[in-house]
């Protein structure tokens, strides 16, 4: 695969106002820019970013986090660790399960667990915990019931 | 837990009289016979203790020597739950069904630390802490999971239990009964209510008798 400064490079050439940081080997992402840069990491012939192997949650103190682990199948390259951050408060993220399909059980599984609000996806439900469930159990700052 | 056996009869005139071929019983250890010798348990596996269970019913170990080797798929023909794996809160509420549509007499055996406690999950926010808080339990058997030894042990003190009962005094032939264990619903956070008190007690030290 070629570097990821170069991926870097070539993104921000071909999508102008779109910027990204280099951080631990990841490619940190505005919220704002995310589908975009999805939609421009899958089509790209250079890249074609064409399986999403895994979305997952972070929590932090200040904020939240999505991370995404591209594959490309066709060129054999992988994987780009793709990072996008969030507020805690409101947490939305737009979702990326019209680009990638297998993004859909693994955004609810974060929505659910983290409570990261994807915007535009298809069926935001929770996945595990039941519905009227009223708290995000995996966030640091949930508490467990006393019994 | 184990009662013991409460034969009526004088076991030293019993065995005089069997020397001279002559058998002789009562109803109740007849008919305990029969219902200890065909304990048919629920085909219901929850995690990795299922395996175990199968182990259990498989040739090596072979439950079917106890004559508890029917395993129903339905729990209307079954006498036995073994709540054999983590039990989680989503799942209480089937498993405490499942135990209500059971007919009487019934017996549970919660296999495994998980179905007893929570066991290594019993911090966490999804399991629930012992399946004891919905239904009255008559073996609990440690084991992360037990082996099938443990198993077919369990099953025996549940045998020597069904020994001790007294068919005319047990509950299930008095009249009016209607034993009923309420279905835990789902709460903001957790099952309401968080146990039922009819069968458990928070707090209460339980005795543990081994042997």
Redesign the interface.
Known sequence: MKSLEELKQNLESKMPGVTSVLEEGCLVISKNDWLEVAKFLKSSPLYSFDYLSSVTGVDYPDRLEAVYHLYSIEKKIGPLTVKVRTDRQKGEIPSVTPVWRSAEFQEREAFDLLGIHFTGHPDLRRI????????H?LRKD?V??N? | MTTPNTSQVDPNLKSEMQKKGIFVTTINDLYNWGRRSSVWPLQFGLACCAIEMIATACARYDIDRFGAGLFRPSPRQADLMIVAGTVTKKMAPQVVRLYNQMPEPKYCITMGACSISGGPFKNGYNVLKGIDRYIPVDVHLPGCPPRPEALLHGLIKLQEKIDGQVIEKTEWYQKGLKREFPVPEFGPNGLIPPYNPDVFTPGQSRLITTG
Do not use: I, Q, T
């Open positions: 595990l915990m039941w519905e009227g469930f009223a708290f159990p949930y467990a019931e019994d």
